[in-house]
């Protein structure tokens, strides 16, 4: 039985939908990521789930019952808040305690819960401080062991780390994963870094302009994006534009680029007006040298020649940006593997992709 159900919810502000018709379930024990861009809806979504605001449409189910009527306190629902709110006049330990303190959780139980909860988000010893004492990231972690004191039966997070350096913010990541997975919350975390959004989410749901734009596993997600708003948003991308197409033959479809390149692909779109976007990932082209004599690896390869312009290492990856007649630019990332493999600006190169990594949208 699903542990929330979201039926057709609807939130206007004036004219702005904030949600627009949204329908959502999860099982439970699972995670669920919410993405998408500033103002897509989100916290909106959240807030609707918890009780703080109420939906014009629709109805929201927990463990199999309308709770449009309860109040926020009465939902069994932790949620931290994007600007994390915690009571300003209270330590930290009451700041932690102070739902099980309104659940009526004996003191004993509740002060082992603190602890154990503090020592979960690394804040062991700062039981006394108050809030104005801690740093912006402190703040942000009492109120993580806050929500997840109460043993919510649907834990809400809105950007759980958003405010954490970049070092803490993935050692954070990593420990919120595993202490999610521990307890068996089942969570919806929302972000707008869909690097977050991949690793902490069993399932992912993409949303754009108060609409739910695709729902998938992470490899769903970026490997099959619904269309071109979640190809964009989710992951890294080259796109050329094209708007005429040439015959099909053996399975694969010509495309011939506004700059006049021609790209293959296994995918194919009715031809339409306003033509196709093509998208290429970055991981998914290979570099040769472009000296070398021309030979695709198979008929189904694309061979794009270019000037290498710009090549940026990045740990474990290297950046390698390349100018392809017609001045349009091709990113292409490669795994850094160290000596004896370096590209330089100014040489050329060819760029190598499979026709099927090709992903084709309509317009
Ligand atoms: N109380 C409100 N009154 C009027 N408009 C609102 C209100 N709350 C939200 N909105 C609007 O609704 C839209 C969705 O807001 P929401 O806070 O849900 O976005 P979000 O996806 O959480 O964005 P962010 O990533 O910036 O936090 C925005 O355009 C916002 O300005
Ligand atoms: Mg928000």
Not at 2 to 21: C, F, H, M, P, R
Not at 45 to 70: M, Q
Not at 117 to 143: D, F, I, K, Y
Not at 212 to 228: F, S, V
Request: glycine residues 8%; aromatic residues 4%.
């Amino acid at each position: 039985m699903s542990v929330l159900n979201l039926k057709d919810i609807t939130k206007k502000y004036g004219e702005l939908a904030a949600v627009d018709g949204i329908s959502l379930d999860m099982e439970r024990g699972k995670v669920l990521s919410l993405l998408g861009p500033s103002g897509c809806g989100k916290t909106t979504t959240l807030r609707i789930i918890a009780g703080f605001t109420s939906p014009d449409t629709g109805t929201v189910e927990i463990a199999g019952k309308d709770v449009g009527h309860l109040r926020p306190y009465e939902r069994n629902v932790g949620l931290l808040f994007q600007d994390y709110a915690l009571f300003p006049h209270m330590t930290v330990a009451e700041n932690v305690a102070y739902g099980m303190r309104h659940r009526g959780t004996p003191t004993s139980e509740i002060t082992t819960r603190v602890l154990r909860m503090l020592s979960l988000v690394q804040l062991t010893g700062m039981e006394a401080r108050r809030p104005h004492q801690l740093s912006g990231g402190q703040q942000q972690r009492v109120a993580l062991a806050r929500a997840l004191a109460i043993d919510p039966q649907i834990l809400l997070l809105d950007e759980p780390l958003s405010a954490l350096d970049a070092k803490l913010r993935l050692e954070l990541r990593l420990e919120l994963k595993e202490i999610l997975r521990s307890v068996g919350a089942t969570t919806i975390v929302v972000t707008h870094d869909q690097e977050e959004a991949l690793t902490l989410g069993d399932e992912v749901v993409v949303m754009n302009a108060g609409k739910i734009a695709q729902r998938g596993t992470p490899t769903q997600i970026y490997e099959a994006p619904a269309d071109k708003f979640v190809a964009e948003f989710v992951g890294r991308s080259n796109w050329f534009h094209a708007s005429k197409r040439s015959q099909s033959t053996d399975g694969l479809t010509s495309y011939v680029a506004d700059d006049g390149l021609e790209i293959r692909t296994r995918a194919s779109r009715p031809d339409s007006e306003g033509g196709v976007d093509l998208c290429v990932r970055p991981e998914d082209i290979e570099l040769v040298d472009g000296t070398a004599p021309e030979s695709a690896p198979s008929p189904e390869h694309n061979v794009l020649a270019g000037v290498v312009l710009d090549v940026a290492p990045l740990g474990a990856d290297v950046h390698v940006v390349i100018e392809l007649p017609g001045k349009s630019r091709l990113l292409a990332i490669r795994k850094n593997v160290g000596r004896g493999s370096e590209i330089l600006p100014g040489q050329s190169v060819r760029a190598l992709f499979s026709a099927s990594d090709v992903l084709v949208f309509q317009r």
